[in-house]
């Protein structure tokens, strides 16, 4: 048995959960998500709890019972918490700011680069180097906070670019000259 799988999810009080015709609903406080399962999963809404069951023990069964319980989880999550990944620019000149809603970031190009985010994601500038991305669906936030990042990912010689708050980034050494 999954150690993912076969634990509950708990409901909390204003979330509202519906499966209909394979595709679970998740509404809660901060929005509405949803998300296909998988024919072959097994889900049963009870008690303020959904419970994901798996029909057999072979590879692709216990590969989604486990995922399919973690997606149901991460809505849940996201309808009632939400989900940030917060950002870091290291570099001479580097700063972001906000134009509207937009991202706009000036990181050693000739121009500045301008973010727009998708529907459901906000941004957030802390500091002149600090920004966080969030939003609902756990997914997208890790997904556009990717994007980000690889726009000037991080150099390994000074550490230059846009980093994830917390990310360790491995140094090389640079030239050494010849005696």
């Known amino acids: 048995m999954s150690r993912v799988g076969k634990n509950p999810v708990v409901i909390p009080s204003g979330v509202e959960v519906k499966l209909a015709d394979g595709v679970m609903t998740v509404k809660g406080p901060k929005g509405e998500l949803s998300c296909p399962i998988h024919a072959d999963m097994n889900v049963a809404i009870e008690e303020g709890a959904v419970t994901v069951t798996r029909p057999s023990d072979s590879k692709p069964h216990r590969a989604l019972h486990g995922t399919t319980r973690a997606n149901i989880q991460n809505m849940v999550t996201g309808v009632t918490e939400g989900f940030k990944k917060s950002l870091e620019m290291v570099g001479v000149g ?12 000036s990181i050693g190009f000739s121009h500045q680069v301008a973010f727009i985010p998708p529907q459901g994601i906000t941004f957030e500038v802390t500091s002149a180097t600090a920004m966080s991305v969030s939003g609902i ?12 990042r690889g726009i000037r990912p991080p150099e390994p010689y000074k550490g230059k670019g846009i980093k994830y708050s917390g990310e360790y980034i491995r140094r090389k050494a640079g030239k050494t000259a010849k005696a």
Request: hydrophobic letters at 45%; glycine letters at 8%; proline letters at 0%.
């Open 94 to 105: 580097y700063k972001a700011e906000l134009s509207g809603s937009n991202l706009v970031m």
């Open 137 to 148: 669906d756990k997914q997208l936030v890790g997904q556009i906070a990717a994007k980000i």
